[in-house]
């Protein structure tokens, strides 16, 4: 199982970025997705997470302080089996490297959690830089 984010950069303060995760291995439309973010000498934390999509109900949550700003979604068209983390209102406490998690077990509700001990699969991260 592999996962990949992409889409870091450098973004100005006020900007957005759209970060993707992309799996190799693994359906991920059977498996809930988190996304993650580690800022230099911070600890790892939640940011969003999604359920599988291979219930009618789809489910997301967020982190109480990426509420707002952050938007996590799913592209299984065309089997893409990519999921995106839509950022906006970039601030400068935004910048961190970005990691896609996956639990090593089949969804068999529509839910998701924020913890990272739910996860056993991690992307190498992508990393992004807010300044101006």
């Known amino acids: 199982w592999q996962l990949v984010e992409r889409g870091g950069g450098t973004v100005q303060p006020g900007g957005s970025l759209r970060l993707s995760c992309e799996a190799s291995?693994?359906?991920?439309?059977?498996?809930?997705i988190g996304w993650f973010r580690q800022a230099p000498g911070k600890e790892r934390e939640a940011i969003a997470c999604?359920?599988?999509?291979?219930?009618?109900?789809?489910?997301?949550?967020?982190a109480e302080s990426m509420k707002g700003r952050f938007t996590i979604s799913r592209d299984n068209a065309n089997a893409k089996n990519l999921v995106y983390l839509e950022m906006n209102d970039l601030k400068s406490e935004d910048a961190a490297v970005y990691f896609c998690?996956?639990?090593?077990?089949?969804?068999?509700?529509?839910?998701?959690?924020?913890?990272?001990?739910?996860?056993?699969?991690w992307g190498q991260g992508t990393r992004v830089i807010v300044s101006s």
């Open positions: 999604i359920s599988s999509s291979s219930f009618s109900t789809q489910f997301t949550d967020y």
């Open positions: 291995g693994f359906p991920t439309d059977d498996y809930a």
């Open positions: 998690a996956a639990p090593d077990t089949i969804s068999f509700h529509p839910t998701c959690a924020l913890t990272e001990a739910d996860y056993d699969y």
